[in-house]
């Protein structure tokens, strides 16, 4: 079993940044496929970043140049860089983290990105 806790979220003006972290429980945290997803109401969950084991990423198209996502395997914890944020990027982003065919979620943390 594996429990996630994302902290960092908040209220920023646009332009501004912020940066989340997820930190995760138990052993097997090196080996999972970490991820960043966002959702706002009435809308499908929308994966926005993701790292593998190796390190390898990749970005939703609309983010990319402006968020970083990175691990910290020492530490159990995922981080999300969020640089120039706009309005559109108001979410509540929760992280995954997938193992063989189990996906593990936080419960989320809301970012506002308002003046």
């Known amino acids: 079993q594996v429990q996630l806790v994302e902290s960092g979220g908040g209220l920023v003006q646009p332009g501004g940044s912020l940066r989340l972290s997820c930190a995760a429980s138990?052993?097997?945290?090196?080996?999972?496929?970490l991820h960043w997803y966002r959702q706002t109401p009435g809308k499908q969950r929308e994966q926005v970043a993701i790292i593998t084991s190796g390190g390898g990423t990749n970005y939703v198209d609309s983010v990319k140049g402006r968020f970083t996502i990175s691990r910290d395997n020492a530490k159990n914890t995922v981080y999300l860089q969020m640089n120039s944020l706009k309005p559109e990027d108001t979410a509540v982003y929760y992280c995954?983290?997938?193992?063989?065919?189990?996906?593990?979620w936080g419960k989320g943390t809301l970012v506002t990105v308002s003046s």
């Open positions: 138990g052993s097997i945290f090196s080996s999972t496929i």
């Open positions: 995954k983290a997938t193992n063989g065919a189990m996906n593990y």
